[in-house]
């Protein structure tokens, strides 16, 4: 991979950034024994002083505080690495001095951090991105340079916009193949604004300023608009949006794999109301599927591929309700195994959900927390490993040295559960014990890929959806980079002459950043200005809701008594919740491969997984497809549907 990878075409003779910067790879939090922290209980970063990295993967310390700063009256200090302090003017805004890049500021009588804070750079950089990271800072620096001076040029941006348009006319020669593969990535949470924020993130991990850089996803040469509301609601949650993109029917919130007829909770409602999925579609079509989450396999994204629930929180039978067991509801760990039992991989967390009631987790035996939960007294994974034929190779693991230890090409069917609950955010991930997501992603395609037949692949970012609930953005954007990486992967893994890939949201966040910050100003920094209203600074960052809304001594915090830039802080909220809330606006859809271009416009969204359907001819729409034995072409087996449509589908473009 190159060592511009993610930068846009704007970057074609230069680099922006510079390496005064520290990079945000993020405070390495230690595992504390015998705990597993998950979305419900929500882990509170420890003293800075024990951070570590894990795995040997620790590089390029940088001491960020050093002893308390002196103050004049009333005044504001910013405080600048040493090698920073030669290359960046520091201008009078207001009140208090601001810089362009990264700011550490603290007010008169503002407490200090108690310990220094060492940040690491991020784990599992491409050869390229690494080599982005050693350029010296006077190289950095004069790239910027240049590239600040290109873009006074008007030239600069016509050639640029001319480019783009010749790209553009490019799409008119339509992929009409039938997709053999399907991907479809899901970032739980990942609105628009987590989509830019992330971008400009992934940028100023390499060095860069941000904000021209690209995410993988904005390679793709096909975007949509997603409505992602819930049959009642307008602010819909992950279960009903999970449903709509993978079933194909909108339905309540709080409900999964069942049409809107099905009241939550309600058990009795269930019966012949239950929709199937497009990974059952296409299991039945030959195919081998796979889900691949950050969260537990049986949490509200990945149920709806496979389960039918009245209610997105019966993990096991222990989470519900007497009358729901006695009026024959499975919950939804025991559906996973009984209702497509041959899914070839699953990875993810969960394991307590599996295990007999009280049974000591494999990795935790003394935390009581993540011992087993179930009522019935089964024992899901030997149910698992029961099932499968004796002639196949079917391997259940637990940590991340069983995964990467497996010879995969021999794998026909992989169950990986490494968390009791869901998995570590990426920022305090056990680089030992659990993977990654893109390491899981590849363990996925290499055991899918040996189906002729092809593929249908679901894969969840589900803890940017977490990171924002706790409105710790950090974390959150971090979720969504790393998700970014694993859809990389998987593009150069498969083709998109045969692979459709699409990655989407199910719903948004109350998340936001602005405050006229200059460019490249780091996406966790503060903007350029104090309020006018409290004279207090605050961050570029802000949510509408949520945890982050803190008043002390009857006003705002003054967020320059805290360290904004820890991964644990929760940004400023303008109302006060233990948990912020969804977005309702609409999400995008991004897609490439096979009839990608179906995804345009404005669409709901329970429209995206008929086309990845049509595209790949399962589930019920398949006239379309060529049922004769005739000899493949080039022009695939879409030729005559694709003759007549061709001159339709560019009537928009041109005219």
């Not at 879409?638 to 339709?648: E, G, H, K």
């Amino acid at each position: 991979m190159s060592g511009r990878e993610g930068l846009s075409p704007l970057d074609s003779a230069s680099t922006a950034g510079s390496t005064c910067e520290p990079r945000e790879g993020g405070l390495e939090e230690p595992r504390a024994a015998g705990k597993s922290p998950s979305f419900s209980e929500p882990r509170v970063n420890p003293d800075p002083s024990a951070v570590r990295g894990g795995g040997g993967r620790l590089r390029d310390s940088t001491e960020l505080f050093g002893p308390p700063p002196r103050f004049g009256a009333g005044g504001f200090k910013v405080e600048l690495l040493p090698s920073c302090e030669r290359r960046h003017e520091v201008l009078e805004r207001g009140r208090f001095k601001y810089n362009s890049r990264n700011l550490i500021m603290q007010s008169e009588g503002a407490p200090p951090p108690s310990r220094p804070l060492t940040l690491k750079s991020p784990a599992g950089r491409t050869k390229g991105e690494r080599g982005n990271e050693r350029k010296p800072a006077a190289q950095q620096e004069r790239l910027r340079r240049v590239r600040q001076e290109k873009e006074k040029d008007p030239t600069f941006w016509r050639q640029h916009a001319q480019q783009t348009l010749r790209d553009a006319l490019k799409l008119q020669e339509l992929n009409t193949n039938v997709a053999k593969n399907i991907i479809l990535f899901l970032g739980d949470g990942m609105g628009v604004s987590t989509v830019t924020a992330a971008r400009i993130l992934k940028g100023q991990l390499q060095n860069g300023t941000g904000e021209e850089s690209l995410l993988e996803m904005d390679r793709f040469p096909f975007v949509a608009l997603s409505k992602t509301y819930n049959t009642n609601a307008q602010v819909p949650d992950s279960a009903g949006t999970a449903t709509a993109y993978l079933c194909g029917v909108k339905a309540n919130e709080g409900t999964l794999g069942v049409s809107a007829a099905v009241t939550r909770s309600h058990c009795n409602t269930t019966k012949n109301n239950e929709v199937t999925s497009i990974l059952k579609w296409a299991k039945e079509a030959g195919k081998s599927v796979g889900i691949v989450t950050t969260t537990r396999v049986n949490h509200a994204t990945p149920s709806a591929a496979y389960a039918h629930s009245a209610d997105r929180d019966w993990y096991s039978d222990n989470e519900m309700p007497p009358e729901a067991l006695q009026q024959g509801c499975r919950d939804i760990a025991w559906q996973l195994f009984d209702n497509i039992p041959d899914i070839e991989v699953i990875l993810g967390g969960g394991r307590k959900y599996m295990y007999p009631k009280n049974t000591s987790d494999v990795e935790y035996p003394d935390d009581e927390k993540s011992r087993g939960t179930r009522l019935d007294n089964r024992n899901l994974i030997h149910v698992w490993k029961e099932r499968k034929p004796r002639e196949k190779n079917a391997h259940y693991v637990w940590n991340r040295a069983d995964l990467m230890g497996l010879e995969l090409s021999q794998v026909d069917y992989l169950l990986g559960l490494f968390e009791p609950v869901d998995m570590m955010y990426e920022l305090n991930r056990n680089h030992e014990t659990d993977p990654s997501l893109p390491e899981m992603v590849e363990a996925a395609l290499k055991v899918l890929q040996r189906n002729p037949r092809g593929f249908f692949l679901l894969v969840e970012g589900g803890r940017i959806d977490h990171g924002h609930h706790e409105g710790k953005a950090k974390q959150a954007l971090h979720e969504a980079v790393e998700m970014d990486r694993a859809i990389g992967l998987a593009g150069r893994m498969t083709s998109s002459q045969d692979t459709l890939t699409v990655v989407t949201a199910d719903h948004s966040h109350v998340f936001t950043f602005g405050g006229y910050t200059p460019r490249g100003n780091s996406i966790f920094g503060l903007a350029p200005m104090q309020s006018d209203v409290d004279k207090k600074p605050f961050t570029s960052i802000l949510y509408g809701n949520g945890p982050g809304y803190k008043v002390v001594a009857g006003e705002r915090e003054n967020v320059s008594s805290v360290d904004f830039t820890d991964v644990g802080y929760q940004a400023q909220s303008a109302v006060p919740l233990r948990l912020e809330t969804h977005g309702g606006e609409d999400v995008a859809v991004f897609a490439k491969g096979p009839l990608a271009h179906l995804l345009h416009g404005v669409h709901e969204q329970n429209y995206i997984p008929h086309v990845m359907a049509y595209a790949a001819c399962i589930g019920e729409n398949k006239d379309h497809c060529r049922r004769s034995s005739a000899p493949h072409t080039t022009a695939g087996p879409w030729a005559v549907a694709a003759s007549t449509l061709t001159p339709f589908l560019l009537l928009r473009p041109l005219f």
